[in-house]
């Protein structure tokens, strides 16, 4: 991720609590510089870690017991938390406290489906305060990521075939893409096939599988008639033959939707 923070961004770190060194006390603990790092992200979500430099400049040791921490999201509070710690700095030493933050910005598909037709970044940040000894010592820092894309769903290939002793076969390629830089799990990509105007079969294709961050999977669906299934439900078994497939892609909160339909030529099963 981009450590070049935005205009936004940046009023966003200025309008959290300062990340200024605490100016001493008994303890003469300061901060140093913070990051912030997006762990994973997720279409739902993401996970980050802020880390604080910590200089015990005293003659004694300090135990860090507390993170008191709130994440903002473009200017709005989206999460609170309280972090028991037992982090102890000698005198004269210098540590690290580790504040982990969940920020979850779509919960529903529509509010997914919004992000998505987003173009500006999304800025957040995580601020708060340490309870270090008897010092109270505040950290903040600000980060922006990509807005989520919604996957995407397509159908690649349809072949309608039919023999005298095997019967009629439809099968078509249906693509799933992920095009954001992080992985997507799919809850399963339900699909129905339509022949000649007439159900043919669904399914449930897909479920548990993980996208790689800008990858995509192809899913080979079929359906499969003996010759007498096919003069029971009146389908041809030459020429051409009208066909529909449709789906919705679930990975949660993410619904997809495709729909693609055309003409197929009814090949031999010799051919």
């Not at 270090?132 to 290939?157: K, N, Y």
């Not at 995509?216 to 078994?237: C, I, T, Y």
């Not at 529909?244 to 055309?262: C, F, I, N, R």
């Amino acid at each position: 991720m981009s450590r070049i923070l935005s205009a936004a961004c940046a009023a966003m770190l200025l309008s959290c609590a300062t990340a200024k060194p605490n100016p001493g006390g008994e303890a003469g603990v300061t901060a140093g510089e913070q990051r912030l790092d997006e762990r994973e992200q997720r279409l739902s979500g993401l996970s980050a870690l802020l880390t604080v430099p910590l200089t015990n400049s005293g003659v004694a040791p300090v135990r860090v017991s507390s993170a008191r921490f709130e994440v903002v999201l473009d200017g709005k509070v989206v999460n609170r938390g309280e972090l028991p710690l037992s982090t102890e700095i000698a005198a004269g030493a210098e540590s690290s406290v580790e504040v982990p933050a969940e920020l979850e910005y779509a919960q529903s598909a529509e509010e997914l489906q919004a992000l998505a037709d987003r173009k500006a970044p999304l800025s957040y940040a995580v601020r708060g305060v340490l309870a270090v000894g008897s010092q109270e010592i505040e950290f903040a820092r600000a980060s922006e990521v990509r807005p989520p894309h919604l996957p995407t769903v397509s159908m690649d290939s349809v072949e309608v075939l039919f023999g005298s002793e095997s019967g009629l076969t439809v099968s078509a390629g249906l693509m799933v893409e992920n095009p954001n830089p992080f992985a997507v799990t799919l809850q399963g990509l339900r699909w129905k096939l339509l022949l000649g105007g007439k159900p043919l079969g669904e399914d449930t294709v897909g479920r548990g599988e993980v996208l790689k961050a800008a990858s995509h999977v192809r899913f080979e669906v079929s359906v499969a008639l003996d010759p007498g299934e096919v003069k029971e439900r009146g389908l041809p078994s030459s020429g051409s033959v009208a066909y529909e497939v449709s789906g919705q892609l679930e990975a949660a909160p993410a619904l997809v939707e495709m729909k693609q339909a055309g003409q197929a030529k009814i090949l031999s099963a010799g051919e």
